[in-house]
């Protein structure tokens, strides 16, 4: 089992930057691959971008690409997404999540792919 916890979301204004954290607790934090999620108000939850045990691997969502930054730091159990240049429409409830899957980075982004979630933190972005 494995309990995160995430933290860092709020209000920010467009163009601005914010990095939420997620700590992780239970069995070991560097046998999982990690990953971002989001769900805005009406919409389905979507994949942000992925990590791989080691962090060697990422993947991102062509949205977030050259904005988003996700890295993790084993020792301390934790993953981190910075976001720069937020856009009003990255307005959501960010969800961090572990996966136990083998496969490769970019083929692990859906929710059915990660086994343990985070309750959310709420990011808004002002226009």
């Known amino acids: 089992q494995v309990q995160l916890v995430e933290s860092g979301g709020g209000l920010v204004q467009a163009g601005g930057s914010q990095r939420l954290s997620c700590a992780a607790s239970?069995?070991?934090?560097?046998?999982?691959?990690m990953g971002w999620f989001r769900q805005a108000p009406g919409n389905e939850r979507e994949f942000v971008a992925g990590i791989s045990r080691s962090g060697g691997g990422i993947y991102y969502a062509d949205s977030v690409k050259g904005r988003f930054t996700i890295s993790r730091d084993n020792a301390k159990n934790t993953v981190y997404l910075q976001m720069n240049y937020l856009k009003p429409e990255d307005t959501a409830v960010y969800y961090c999540?572990?996966?136990?899957?083998?496969?490769?980075?970019?083929?692990?982004?859906?929710?059915?792919?990660?086994?343990?979630w985070g309750q959310g933190t709420q990011v808004t972005v002002s226009s």
């Open positions: 999540a572990a996966s136990a899957s083998n496969g490769l980075i970019r083929n692990v982004r859906q929710s059915y792919d990660y086994n343990y």
């Open positions: 239970g069995r070991t934090f560097s046998s999982y691959i």
